[in-house]
RNA sequence: AGAGUCGGCCAGGCAGUCGCUGUGCCGGUUGGCAUGGAGGAAAGUCCGGGCUCCACAGGGCAAGGCGCCAGGUAACGCCUGGGGGGCGAGAGCCUACGGAAAGUGCCGCAGAAAAUAUACCGCCUAAGCACAUUGGUGCCGGUAAGGGUGAAAUGGUGCGGUAAGAGCGCACCGCGCCGGUGGUAACACCGGUGGCAGGGUAAACCCCGCCUGGAGCAAGACCAAGUAGGGGAGCAAUGCGCGGCCCGCGCAGCUUCCGGGUAGGUUGCUUGAGGUACACGGUGACGUGUAUCCCAGAUGAAUGACUGUCCACGACAGAACCCGGCUUAUCGGCCGGCUCUCCAC
């Protein structure tokens, strides 16, 4: 393990292979330039909610990436709400997803909605990209 | 019982399902099991330290902070106890609380005058001069008691004194000085004595005393792999750095010789001025001893989501190297000390 980067240590395997709803460091975008490619050739769903940008990746599973800002959600404890449930969101419906890079921005309104609110934008968009990355 | 005041504590509970993450054990791996997983402020980054690197040869000038006394502490601008002053009926609360005869500045409006004093309305006419000569009138003057202005007007009250007045004199109070007593001290009390010296403002400059190197975990250390970073010697001038400036010192530049670094990861990273219990010392902050416990450590960043249920219907709010404080935010609830008022006995 010396030596080794954590994020490296499981990612050949697929994490929808045991069946369950995981959500393990490999389901994460974890560097830097995992985000730029993502931002660079984006396909983009958007309400009043969130900003996802979404594009192939190389792995057999999707990828979930974070982008809550500072600007747009003062609090820490309510950037922490949010972050949560976009992971929980996401632990929920990946199996549903193609293998996709998505990045979630949180908007400048996110922060008033509430949570089973957030959970229903959230499911609006995995399903969109789903659709429009399958074919 | 009500009102108040001070101090301390808690920060939704329980159950189920699905997750994230640290550690330990098992396992060839996927993983499984066990166990730990935000706060009283984690916040603001306002002080003080630890830790790390740089500068550590010092000097001068600046700059900043603090400011009744004693104690506590690693240290503090914090805390505890005490003193002075102010507020409150009281418990209690507030206090930036050294120096204004070292110097400089400022003091709006009003007011005569806001500081080497001065005289608006007033009061007086004793002494001197002139006129009249019966009281008187004017000049030269005296005075600051009374009025008025102001936040503030050259001690306060009373008696004497006087032409009217004035610390001019006296008594008490206040102020300064000296001595004594108590107290570690700040200071308090008592006695004597002095004479009216002197406005306020030092979170205005300033003076006095004390304190202060710089940066910060993206500090810093280590590891693996390619493209020119490091060390030694010589050299004139320029730039940069050592918090600022002047010395002073160092580095960069050019020539020459010798050997190897930044993007990623690991570490620093949680055992500590640590918690809990008891005993002892202390008015207290706190200290000492013994026993016992290990109590977040992420790094695109964990500590959650959903459902059910109960109630008082859940506020402010999220660790990022670690501690000690301060300040600010906060739905509500509980406990205790003390004070005042009312009722009953």
Do not use: Y
């Amino acid at each position: 393990m010396r030596g080794v980067p954590k994020g490296a240590s499981g990612c050949q395997r697929n994490p929808l292979g045991s069946g369950k709803e995981r959500f393990g460091r490999c389901s994460r975008l974890l560097k830097a330039d995992d985000f730029k490619t993502v931002f660079s050739r984006p396909r983009k769903s958007v309400d009043d909610c969130f900003t996802v940008l979404a594009c192939a990746n190389t792995q057999k599973h999707p990828r979930l990436g974070l982008a809550i800002a500072k600007r747009q959600v003062r609090s820490a404890v309510a950037r922490n709400r949010i972050k949560r449930v976009i992971r929980e969101s996401f632990r929920r419906h990946q199996s549903l997803l193609p293998a996709l890079d998505i990045v979630v921005l949180a908007r400048r309104g996110t922060e008033a909605k509430g949570n089973a609110e957030l959970f229903r934008s959230l499911q609006g968009h995995w399903s969109r990209l789903g659709r429009r990355c399958a074919g």
